[in-house]
């Protein structure tokens, strides 16, 4: 009966520190999350893809950032395919991780060229 009781005071601990903010370990493993995406699925304006991926932790938002920035001529097929896997990436992560207070939101926008 002891060993129930514990068990389930340990499960209902552990379902409270989950909604609650982020420790400032998780803050760093989520930015460090940041970073592991911007290496593995980052992209650069310069390539054949012609648009900029890039993610950025906001700390005082709890958000991973998903900025893209991409040229009149983009694939937008391709561009959307990546940030559609990048979104699903992040939220696997996310509940991989017990994050559930972590957000995540986009910026997408079209880069306004020089004018000749």
Do not use: C
């Not at 060993?3 to 520190?17: E, P, S």
């Not at 996310?94 to 957000?103: A, E, F, H, V, Y």
């Amino acid at each position: 009966m002891i060993a129930f009781l514990a068990g389930a005071f340990a499960q209902a601990h552990k379902i409270d520190l989950q909604r609650k903010a982020p420790s400032h370990s998780s803050r760093l493993a989520w930015n460090g999350l940041a970073l592991d995406l911007q290496s593995r699925l980052g992209t650069e304006m310069s390539g054949p893809d012609r648009f900029d991926l890039t993610f950025v932790g906001i700390g005082n938002e709890d958000t991973l950032l998903i900025y893209v920035r991409y040229l009149p001529r983009v694939n937008r097929e391709v561009m959307n395919i990546r940030i559609e896997g990048a979104k699903q990436y992040i939220e696997d992560e996310r509940k991989n991780r017990g994050w559930p207070w972590l957000k995540i939101r986009e910026d997408v926008k079209m880069q306004e060229l020089p004018a000749k």
